[in-house]
């Protein structure tokens, strides 16, 4: 579920930094791979022996979308993502009024979509690779306006395209659907927390931990919002949380040593910098940190061990689009 890129600020102090919020994602394992794979052989023969049923190409659909997550490789992802389009496509030529048909085609465009919005050159492709999104997903919802997930897979691309109270109303019609659709909650924090409206986004990562507290990338979400309160100890606890859930998660090492750094922590910072550009060693927000702690630590005096006289003046964190 998830696919964020960190910020690359030319400056850590005094410029704009944008602490990362990252959607709920399941880390993908060989084993569900290869399961996978084995549906995806058994759903190509069904194809085969019976083309006139629409939900088998839409289940292939699916599998080929699931598959397209855990690819490495960008050109393999590409490949499978053309496969859920084109089963897409053939599942509504049989039957148009398929739901599931229209949400796996709108997930397809959104996925190319996205890949396209990160070169300026594809700019608008991506938008009109979001248009076609928001069309598939309305037509799902035109379909069965009860069902949740179209309501936040329309949010999610609302709000990509800065129409943030229309995908607040998604989000809270598929919690009104479904209270515990924790997608839809963490999402909806993420809006508001994009609209610097950290309380409400707290309220609804809040909600989704005490559901599952299983969730690293809530548990870093929720810290971005209590390190913009200056809220400190609570942000600590929430970005640790996180980095214990998922030992290898860059993006909260990064986040964590900026909350350091606040704080004029510079050797707790310098720890999770290097974790983080250990991670990623092309973690760009984690580079420019390290002569930003380096200045630092010469202005010490040398009884000061790890704290400095005062934290440098970083603005507050603010929050992308979700997914």
Not at 23 to 34: A, C, E, G, H, K
Not at 63 to 68: D, M, N, S, V
Request: aromatic letters at 8%; glycine letters at 4%.
């Amino acid at each position: 579920m998830t696919n964020s890129r960190l910020p690359v600020p030319g400056k850590i102090l005094g410029s704009v930094i944008l602490l990362i919020v990252v959607l709920v994602f399941s880390v993908f394992t060989i084993q569900r791979n290869r399961v996978w794979k084995t549906e995806l052989s058994l759903l190509e023969d069904a194809a085969e022996k019976s083309p006139g049923k629409a939900r088998i190409f839409s289940n292939l659909a699916r599998t080929h979308y699931l598959l397209a997550e855990s690819e490495v490789d960008s050109e393999a992802a590409v490949a499978r993502i053309q496969q859920v389009i084109d089963n897409a496509q053939t599942a509504l030529k049989r039957d148009p009024t398929l739901l599931d048909a229209h949400v796996h085609l709108g997930n397809a465009y959104s996925y190319l979509g996205q890949m396209a919005a990160a070169a300026p050159e594809t700019a608008e492709q991506a938008r009109l690779l979001g248009d076609m999104a928001i069309d598939s997903f309305s037509r799902a919802i035109s379909i069965n306006p009860e069902y949740p997930d179209a309501h936040v897979n329309l949010g999610l691309e609302l709000s990509r395209k800065g129409q943030k109270q229309e995908a607040i109303r998604e989000y809270k019609i598929a919690i009104e659907l479904n209270p515990l659709h924790l997608k839809a909650r963490n999402n909806l924090g993420n809006v508001y927390q994009s609209q610097q409206q950290f309380q409400l986004a707290i309220e609804q990562y809040l909600f989704c931990l005490d559901l599952y507290s299983g969730m690293p990338e809530v548990h870093n979400n929720l810290a971005n919002s209590y390190l913009s309160l200056k809220r400190y100890e609570e942000a600590e606890q929430h970005y640790k949380a996180a980095i214990n859930l998922f030992k290898d998660f860059g993006i909260a090492h990064t986040n964590l040593a900026m909350a350091y750094l606040e704080q004029g922590k510079v050797k707790e910072a310098r720890f999770h910098i290097d974790e983080a550009l250990r991670i990623d060693p092309n973690n760009k927000v984690a580079a420019s940190m390290v002569s930003t702690v380096q200045l630092q630590r010469s202005q010490m005096p040398p009884d000061a061990g790890a704290a400095q006289s005062g934290p440098p003046a970083f603005p507050p964190p603010a929050a992308p689009q979700g997914q």
